[in-house]
């Protein structure tokens, strides 16, 4: 009897989870725009590129349509989101992916590469509390070559303007109940539906038993995140771009 082979569409999934995360951030594009701006500025338009805790490999995907001839190393432990990741790339030798947990002391010897011109990552380090997060990026200046860049763009709050904060947070859950109410997937729900799924049940079960439901993270200031950077070996770091609620941390080793 002939076997059965169960598939999934991944550019579908890759794009729901671009759109479902865009819910949450509808500038997430302008960051991307901004990283890519500032990878070009610094390493040029053939990089070596590490997309850190890359998820689905929306960074990766972004770099390779603007620099066909970068590639990209993708890391991450979720085996849902980088099973997205494998199949929205497979085939693509500019690309390859690594199953690690940046909480793991020797998470960077399972890399191919000792250097990135650039090490990217975006809404994800904030799963991380202050303290693990300190020595990831004293792990990560040491991958990122003399000349390199790191950025981080991620949910970064300045809690000196608590005034401002809530008024913003009152506009921007405005903005989520309207494209909610127009059928707008959330974050739970997503991950429903790719609990459903015949080829991401499993990886999905899996993802939920080694992060649980939410993160135990924290969302210092952009401040914090650019004197942490400096503190960990590069020479200069600093924001360069921002929204109400939100940075992109850029640094230069």
């Known amino acids: 009897m002939a076997e059965t082979t169960v598939s999934t569409d991944w550019q579908a999934w890759q794009q729901s989870w671009d759109r479902q ?25 053939e990089p ?28 991450d432990l979720d085996p849902a989101l980088l099973a997205i990741a494998e199949g929205t790339f497979e085939g693509d030798d500019r690309v390859s992916f690594v199953t690690a947990d940046l909480k793991d002391p020797e998470w960077a010897s399972k890399l191919p590469y000792g250097s990135y011109d650039a090490v990217l990552t975006a809404t994800a380090l904030h799963w991380l ?23 981080n763009a991620d949910h970064m709050k300045d809690e000196g303007t608590p005034r401002i904060n809530a008024a913003e947070r009152a506009h921007r859950h405005a903005g989520r109940d309207r494209a909610k109410a127009a059928g707008a997937l959330d974050w739970a729900e997503w991950w429903q539906l790719a609990a459903k799924d015949p080829v991401l ?42 929204s109400p609620s939100d940075a992109l941390v850029l640094a230069v080793k």
């Open 21 to 45: 995360q865009e819910w949450y951030m509808p500038d997430r594009e302008e960051r991307f725009r901004v990283m890519l701006d500032m990878v070009e500025s610094f390493v040029g338009p």
């Open 48 to 75: 070596r590129v590490l997309d850190l805790a890359c998820g689905t490999g929306s960074i990766t995907d972004r770099l390779l349509r603007r620099f066909p001839k970068a590639t990209s190393t993708g890391v």
């Open 129 to 151: 509390r202050n303290e693990p997060l300190a020595v990831l990026y004293g792990q990560v200046a040491g991958l990122v070559r003399d000349g390199g860049v790191f950025m």
């Open 201 to 242: 049940a499993e990886p999905t079960a899996r993802r939920f038993e080694i992060y649980g439901e939410h993160a135990d993270g924290e969302t210092p200031s952009a401040d914090w995140h650019a004197r942490t950077l400096r503190e960990a070996g590069f020479d200069e770091a600093r924001t360069v771009w921002r």
